[in-house]
């Protein structure tokens, strides 16, 4: 009986240890839980240098993600166009 009583204090107490210190706290919000945006792509005039650092606002504005949206294009930005789905545009969405 002794063995039965601290089998089950031992299975409490795990239990127990799976409960935040403070019940009332707010989880840490992961990326799949922040807001996430359509971010649009004219022409897919994109570069590495401008992708990092658009991706770096959004994240210090509190954003999780974003959905990349290729759309037609920007005038003038045509030299800079990638032909969508090609190597150079997974690349770039990469």
Known sequence: MRFVALGA???VHT?????????LAWPT???ESKPWTRWWWLGSAVDPKEIT??????SKAGLGG????PIYGAEGAEPRYLPFLSK???????
């Open 9 to 11: 204090l031992s299975f």
């Open 53 to 58: 650092r658009e991706l770096e606002a959004f």
């Open 66 to 69: 974003v959905e990349v949206c």
């Open 15 to 23: 239990l127990a240890s799976d409960f935040p210190e403070d019940p």
């Open 88 to 94: 150079e545009w997974m690349a770039a969405f990469e």
């Open 29 to 31: 919000a992961g990326l």
